[in-house]
């Protein structure tokens, strides 16, 4: 079953995730990407929603796609627990994914069950 939770700001639903997620989540790893927030000016919804899924006990290992080897970002989306893509630019955050094949790997693992954090 494919588990997608969406929200303008993960930091302002934070207390939603337990029940959604309905699976012990405490010190589990989500890979936590800021790629969409670049080429942005305005950045502090980033560290918001990192410090909030690091309130309620994740561990997040931090993947900024467009400068990661295509080592690390196999090896991270596939075996972190979680994936957490942040708001921002969503052109820039597309062409990333697709330069890299990093999209085809977060389709792949959300269609094996991984579940998939967005934020806008």
Do not use: W
């Amino acid at each position: 079953m494919k588990k997608i939770f969406l929200s303008s700001s993960f930091a302002h639903v934070k207390s939603l995730f337990p029940d959604f997620i309905n699976a012990k989540y405490k010190g589990k790893k989500i890979t936590f990407i800021p790629t969409a927030s670049i080429p942005e000016k305005v950045k502090f919804y980033v560290s918001a929603d990192k410090k909030a899924l690091e309130s309620i006990g994740l561990i997040t290992d931090e993947l900024e796609i467009s400068k990661a080897t295509k080592e690390e970002i196999q090896n991270k989306l596939i075996n972190n627990d979680y994936i957490f893509v942040s708001g921002g630019n969503a052109f820039y955050l597309l062409q990333e994914l697709k330069r890299t094949g990093a999209d085809k790997i977060i389709k792949e693992q959300i269609n094996l069950g991984k579940p998939y954090i967005g934020a806008s």
